[in-house]
């Protein structure tokens, strides 16, 4: 089986930041996974150049757009091995195989008639690129998300025939449909659909930085569909001499976050419809990290949570366990430097930490390093039973933060069984031996399974910790699947106290 999860492709006018670290991390945590389950896996992110949020940047800088893009696209490459995230290609969109191949798919949306010439006149966000209708612009005209002033846009343009899409966005949105997720997310895009849809821009005159419309060379093609296209476009040159399409084509999972729901669950589908192309199976829709104190995250308000900071004090671990952690993914929810130390403390440090350290010690201590081969504890099983099933339907339907509470109760469990258990009161009972045998069997399957279902989403600290325990392989597997036995290492502090 195969799966193709991307994030966004990100706008190079700005410095990589939190928002992006956070779809990125989303979207390596799931493909991690589906690796780890046998999957043939394509990971995709990578970089929006073109449009005029590209253009104007590059103007008051003083510098060309590219000359912009490239330097900015370089930070974006850069940060992906910092956060580990494990993206299989990074796609710039001012690659000319991408550039030749929109070009197809766009003159095939042409010719079959989707497209036409007509006048554009409405307001327009410069900063969103977006075109924003009478019920979508904020008070006095201004744009809902920038607070800027709207621009009255007056200008001859091609068309796409987005409104003879209502009906089968219609269907494709309906009650029982998951194609955008989650359900209040495909709520607002229905909503949307509701109101009547109306022809869209397809085409810009009057910019110059973009992808020139192959049957009108005055024209560049409207930078959201350029951007979209990056999803099907990729796989046709991202694997060295072969066309990826076939195997991965339609995407599994598009992660977005909620302020493109309108591009990626309405004008996306629609075009692809247009081109003859398959559908994407699934929309992930996540919301907004907040400042600490709830608002919108803002320099001049001083409540921005810097992902290097997180980096360079705790570790690329601590950052993705928490954004998942402590923000339900899909809600919006406020973080901080404070909350992501205090997570570190006591949930990775004492409660995960510890576990790992007291299983490798004892097991070193009491068994001479060798994991007793012996029966498990079967009221310990019975509390695994199921986990790794559950985890996978969890994170096969991008509830990362549920997926994630899951195994952390086994995590919980597994100290509360070193408690009961209490394998330094055995040791001192010879008589007892066969039940410090099993104690530390269980513990030892215990954080072996553990560290297997959270390698996904703190990949360093989680091999440490299964080479320590000699876990050979990587595969997802239940407790008391994996043969037990083997030998265990000495292991360094997995989150060391700060
Ligand atoms: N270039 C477009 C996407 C084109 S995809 C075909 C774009 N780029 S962006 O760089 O502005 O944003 C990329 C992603 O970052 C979006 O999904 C956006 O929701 C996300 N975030 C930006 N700030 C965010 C937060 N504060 N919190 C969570 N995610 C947010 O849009």
Same mark, same amino acid.
């Given at each position: 089986m195969s799966f193709y999860v991307t994030t966004p492709i990100y706008y190079v006018n700005a410095a990589p930041h939190l928002g992006h670290a956070y779809t990125t991390i989303a979207a390596d945590v799931m493909a991690r996974h589906m690796r780890q389950r046998g999957e043939d896996v394509f990971f995709l992110t990578g970089t929006d150049e073109h449009g005029e949020p590209v253009a104007q940047a590059a103007e008051r800088e003083g510098v060309t757009p590219q000359e912009l893009a490239d330097r900015n696209a370089e930070r974006f490459q850069a940060l992906m091995p910092r956060l580990e995230a494990s993206n299989d290609f990074f796609i710039r969109?001012?690659?000319?195989?991408?550039?030749?191949?929109?070009?197809?798919?766009?003159?095939?949306?042409?010719?079959?008639?989707?497209?036409?010439?007509?006048?554009?006149?409405?307001w327009y966000c410069p900063r969103c690129a977006d075109f924003k209708t009478e019920a979508e612009a904020g008070p006095d005209h201004t744009c809902p998300i920038h607070g800027i002033p709207l621009d009255w846009e007056r200008e001859e343009n091609w068309f796409f025939r987005l409104s003879t899409f209502q009906e089968p966005l219609e269907k494709l949105l309906a009650e029982d449909s998951d194609?955008?997720?989650?359900?209040?997310?495909?709520?607002?895009a229905r909503a949307f659909v509701a109101q009547g849809l109306q022809d869209i821009s397809l085409t810009r005159a009057r910019l110059r930085w973009g992808i020139?419309?192959?049957?009108?060379?005055?024209?560049?093609?409207?930078?959201?569909?350029?951007?979209?296209?990056? *999803?099907?476009t990729a796989l046709a040159f991202a694997r060295d001499g072969h066309d990826a399409t076939p195997e991965f084509w339609p995407a599994s999972y598009h992660l977005i976050g909620k302020d493109i729901l309108k591009f990626h669950t309405i004008f996306w589908p629609a075009m692809l419809m247009a081109a003859g192309i398959?559908?994407?199976?699934?929309?992930?829709?996540h919301g907004f990290l907040l400042g600490g104190d709830g608002r919108k995250m803002s320099k001049s308000l001083g409540n921005v949570l810097d992902p290097f900071q997180v980096i360079d004090e705790l570790g690329t671990d601590a950052l993705r366990f928490y954004l998942l952690?402590?923000?339900?993914?899909?809600?919006?929810?406020?973080?901080?430097?404070?909350?992501?130390?205090?997570?570190?403390e006591t949930e990775l440090a004492n409660e995960l930490g510890n576990l790992a350290s007291r299983t490798t010690n004892m097991v070193r201590r009491y068994r001479d390093g060798q994991v007793p081969e012996v029966e498990l504890d079967a009221a310990l099983a019975a509390d695994f039973a199921g986990l790794s099933g559950r985890v996978g339907e969890l994170v096969g339907r991008a509830s990362l933060?549920?997926?994630?509470?899951?195994?952390?109760?086994?995590?919980?469990?597994?100290?509360? *069984?070193?408690?009961?258990?209490?394998p330094w009161q055995l040791a001192k009972d010879p008589e007892r031996a066969a039940d410090l045998d099993r104690a530390l069997a269980s513990l030892a399957e215990g954080v072996r399974v553990v560290g297997l279902h959270l390698l996904a989403y703190m990949p360093s600290a989680m091999s440490r910790l299964l080479e320590a325990m000699g876990e050979r392989g990587q595969e997802l597997r239940d407790f008391g699947a994996g043969g037990g036995g083997g030998s265990v290492q000495q292991l360094e502090p997995l989150f060391p106290k700060r």
């Open positions: 969109t001012s690659d000319p195989r991408h550039e030749k191949r929109v070009q197809e798919v766009l003159t095939a949306v042409y010719e079959a008639g989707h497209v036409y010439k007509g006048v554009y006149e409405g194609f955008v997720q989650p359900r209040e997310r495909r709520n607002e020139p419309v192959p049957w009108d060379e005055g024209q560049v093609f409207y930078v959201w569909f350029d951007a979209l296209l990056n *999803y099907y398959e559908l994407p199976e699934h929309v992930f829709v952690r402590d923000v339900a993914f899909g809600e919006d929810g406020a973080t901080s430097m404070d909350a992501v130390r205090s997570r570190y933060t549920a997926a994630l509470e899951e195994i952390w109760q086994r995590v919980r469990r597994l100290n509360r *069984y070193v408690e009961e258990q209490a």
